[in-house]
């Protein structure tokens, strides 16, 4: 006789609905802005939201992107515009925050 599929017994496999929380709300970025983002064509204000939507402090934020925090600084006071590699880092962020949070060094 044929066994029973191998899935438990009280649907463990679906999650349960998580309540928003006020941390999800302040770090949320809108659609828009985040494919703008990942296009590579930022406009003032984004790379601070960008960075609240990774969920990382500035300074984990640029040392996850090997970059100074002046850098990020002048980067989400919209003083300098990230170019080449650091435009190349944002788009990263903005498709893969996981990945950004991963690559901050750990204290050893």
Request: charged content about 30%.
């Amino acid at each position: 006789m044929a066994k029973a599929s191998n899935v438990k017994e009280g649907n463990d496999n679906e999650e349960s609905p998580r309540r928003l929380t006020d941390a999800d709300f302040e770090s949320a970025i809108r659609r828009d802005q985040r494919l703008r983002i990942i296009a590579g064509t930022l406009e003032p204000g984004d790379v601070a939201a960008l960075r609240r939507f990774v969920r990382l402090t500035q300074e984990e934020f640029a040392s996850a992107l090997g970059i100074s925090v002046r850098t990020l600084q002048n980067w989400e006071q919209d003083r300098v515009t990230p170019e080449g590699p650091g435009l190349a880092l944002l788009r990263i962020a903005a498709r893969h925050p996981r990945i950004i949070r991963q690559n901050i060094p750990s204290a050893a």
